[in-house]
């Protein structure tokens, strides 16, 4: 059962963008950046904005949140302009594609600060008309009260953090609402974004049978929109559920039983009309998410915020070559560091292209479709899928149990496979690296010989 490709992370560490072309029902006809080629990969960007402070922290939470001491919104919300300022001119983007307000709780943020951020978008760098700008909401009644207020700032997609419609596990899980409550807010949020509404929900949770886990399931896909975001709970050490397990109070439903429960969840989402376009997202009515969507297919991506990543070329400073970036996670800390140089940037590190590579694979296999020849080709010019993992002994194998697929349309897992991508991916890694590194010694060794035969002509 994979573990770690189902975790509750939407903060990937993968860079993320995609240009969406659709036609009037939505349909999603052309990848821009597989058209147009390469060069275009440093133009656009998506936009991540990280909202730190939560009332409480979750039992299985080890995320960068923080319990706010005191009202600073409108510093929070100053600093917040400031640094999308900086990295904005930093990356030297022409164009947003899509927003992501993540957290932490971002609807406890003022919806000014939405308005706000959304405004210094469109001052530095085009936002795109159809952009999809997404909020992270926590469904509380004060969560629900303020949904109209978000999407009259620009708000036009919520991604609603249901976890689970059983009150006892709500409170196990340290959730501030009822069940009810989060159904209210997920018709509140359909009533204002009709087809854009994504609930998230958690398996694997405490005393948790797949018999209940489907009930629940089905209970919420009579009410739940055109998307669903499946997450396993997993122990983090250090959290309160993580002591509470080591302590013998709380029992973990065993790792098999948790596969069920991923199977089971597939089924049932197929059998309502939801396609399955990535290890842990569903969709109908082409309801995907474009910002995630972006991360998966190894676009640039800007973080903004106590403790964001992104992935961008800083061409304003004179970069070519990609970095990840880390922001100063504590967010008073990272608010002086803003006021004091336009940004939190703690650390900054030039990808190599092995790593970038790395990231492309990893993050692009999570997704059914998994990784065009041309998209690959974005990225690796010189070194083709075929090349890579053609030959591989252990990839050869994988594909003789029918686990992955290699053919003219790129790699990707197969349905079976996709379950077990946590133990594919080591492999493909492996034979990556190979690939690369040989590659680089046959081209130091050409190198060598040209300038033997340059220095002593015959």
């Known amino acids: 059962m994979i573990k770690h490709t189902l975790h509750a992370c939407r903060r990937a560490l993968s860079p993320g963008l995609r240009c969406f072309s659709q036609t009037s029902g939505g349909e999603i006809i052309e990848d821009l950046f597989e058209r147009t080629g390469s060069a275009h990969l440093t133009k656009q960007a998506s936009l991540y904005v990280h909202w730190p402070y939560c009332l409480r922290r979750c039992s299985y939470c080890n995320f960068n949140k923080y319990i706010p001491r005191e009202d600073n919104d409108h510093m929070m919300t100053e600093c917040l302009q400031r640094e999308t300022e900086t990295l904005l001119q930093l990356s030297q983007v022409s164009c947003i594609t899509s927003v992501f307000f ?97 609930v998230d929900v958690m398996f694997g949770r405490p005393n948790q049978s797949v018999k209940s886990w489907e009930n629940e399931l089905c209970e919420l896909l009579r009410v739940s929109d055109d998307h669903v975001s499946l997450y396993q709970l997993t122990l983090e050490r250090g959290t309160q559920l993580f002591k509470q397990v ?14 069920d429960m991923y199977q089971c969840a597939r089924r049932i989402l197929h059998q309502h009309g939801f396609l399955q376009y990535e290890v842990s997202n569903f969709a109908r009515n082409n309801a995907v998410s474009h910002h995630n969507t972006s991360y998966w297919k190894g676009r640039q991506y800007i973080g903004v915020g106590p403790g964001a990543h992104g992935r961008f070329v800083p061409v304003g400073e004179g970069g070519v070559i990609r970095e990840a970036r880390t922001q100063t996670l504590e967010p008073d800390v990272w608010i002086h560091e803003v006021q004091q140089r336009g940004h939190g940037t703690r650390r900054r590190i030039r990808l190599s292209h092995l790593e970038l590579l790395e990231e492309v694979l990893v993050m692009g296999m999570r997704m059914t479709q998994g990784i065009h020849h041309k998209h690959w080709e974005l990225f690796s010019p010189q070194l083709a899928l075929h090349d890579v993992f053609g030959t591989s002994i252990d990839v050869q194998e994988l594909l003789q149990r029918g686990q992955l697929i290699l053919d003219d349309r790129g790699l990707r897992c197969s349905w079976d496979g996709l379950a077990l991508l946590d133990s594919i991916l080591p492999a493909l890694l492996v034979e990556l690296e190979r690939q690369i590194s040989q590659r680089l010694h046959r081209d130091h060794h050409c190198a060598d010989g040209q300038t033997k035969r340059t220095c002593n002509p015959r």
């Open 102 to 198: 993540g957290g932490g709780t971002p609807s406890l943020a003022p919806p000014s600060t939405i308005a706000a951020v959304l405004e210094t978008v469109s001052r530095r760098a085009h936002l795109l008309d159809k952009a999809e700008v997404t909020l992270e909401v926590n469904p509380t009644p004060v969560g629900k009260s303020k949904l109209e207020d978000y999407w009259h700032a620009g708000v036009n997609r919520f991604s609603i953090g249901v976890q689970s419609l059983q009150d006892e596990d709500l409170k196990v899980l340290g959730r501030d609402y009822s069940s009810h409550q989060a159904l209210q807010t997920v018709e509140e949020a359909r009533r204002l974004c009709p087809g854009r509404v994504s």
């Open 246 to 259: 080591q302590a013998g109070k709380v029992t973990m439903p065993a790792e098999e039983v948790t596969a």
